[in-house]
């Protein structure tokens, strides 16, 4: 039994003719994500009115984003255009880890931009004392800290089973399912462990921003006016569209059945949340937000 040194990802080399097509397309994609995420970053950063904590989060957020996509579009590219792509056992395990921990800092970062949310509408005249700099620092770094702490007993767990002779990923990247399956030994603690990890990490902010958003919807419904209403549902509605995009692509991935045949509809649908919601989110953000249009327009000028 010679453990492996190296992964082989298949990426997308049985798509005979498309690569460049797809490169050209994805290529894109990203170079719009660093973009948009960028422009959103300066702005937020530039302009005095929207030093405050919604768009504090959201800087954070674009940064996480930048972050999140540069961990694996890159790879994905390359086995477009080189497919097989071999990648050291080690780079696997830090592309793993690192993918493993902005996931679940941006589900982190998802419930405490829901939890601003809910005290600006549900509770705004003690909004700017509960909401303060200091608040904002300590939810922004526990969202950080704790998402890079997440996967770390999964890591061990995972990549302390024996891995032998079979080294080909089905996939363009090194995820969760194609890694296990290289596997020697039984991995029902690593299964365990990430049954775990998913429901703390993924899971619990996932019920912490639905029951935000419970708490918002009923309290906009109590607002007498229309206008009131559309008003208070605008401060919230870019971000309720994040969320949905977010754990809808993630519920669709990581609750498709595994196995053999499965494999390649898993590689496609996992394309819908490392690629499709990146380049959204900060589309999402400008269009649809207008502090931040007028913001852009004056920046622009």
């Known amino acids: 039994m010679t453990h492996i040194s190296e992964i082989i990802l298949l990426g997308f080399g049985d798509l005979h003719g498309l690569q460049f097509f797809l490169f050209g397309i994805f290529l894109t994609t990203y170079v719009m994500t660093l973009m948009g995420n960028i422009v ?23 940064f996480l984003e930048i972050g999140y996509t540069t961990t694996i579009e890159p790879l994905m ?11 050291s056992f080690p ?11 902005l ?10 931009m829901s939890y601003d949310r809910y005290i600006a509408i549900c509770n705004p005249l003690h909004y700017s004392s509960i909401m303060d700099y200091w608040s904002c620092l300590r939810l922004a770094g526990t969202s950080w800290l704790a998402g890079f702490l997440a996967p770390t007993i999964l890591m061990v767990l995972i990549f302390r089973l024996p891995f032998c002779s079979a080294n080909e990923i089905n996939h363009f990247f090194c995820d969760l399912k194609p890694i296990m399956k290289l596997a020697c030994a039984d991995p029902w603690l690593a299964e365990k462990a990430s049954f775990i990890c998913t429901t703390l990490f ?17 309290t906009i419904l109590r607002i007498p006016s229309a206008s009131g209403k559309q008003r208070a549902f605008s401060t919230c509605s870019s971000h309720l569209t994040v969320v949905s995009l977010y754990y809808g692509t993630l519920g669709i991935v990581y609750g498709f059945p595994s196995g053999p045949r499965y494999d ?5 649908l996992s394309l819908l949340y490392t690629v499709l919601t990146p380049a959204l989110n900060p589309v999402i953000y400008t269009l649809r937000n207008k502090d931040v249009k007028a913001a852009l327009r004056k920046w622009l000028k």
């Open 264 to 268: 390649d509809i898993l590689r496609l």
């Open 77 to 87: 590219l390359k086995t477009l255009l080189s497919a097989p792509v071999p990648i």
């Open 202 to 218: 993924a899971l619990g902010p996932f019920l912490l921003t639905l029951a935000s958003y419970i708490q918002i919807i009923s």
């Open 91 to 101: 780079a696997c395990v830090c592309q793993f880890y690192c993918f493993a921990a």
């Open 103 to 112: 996931v679940a800092t941006e589900c982190f970062f998802l419930a405490v």
């Open 40 to 62: 959103i970053l300066i702005v937020v950063s530039a302009d005095q009115s929207l030093h405050m904590p919604m768009y504090y989060f959201l800087g954070h957020f674009s």
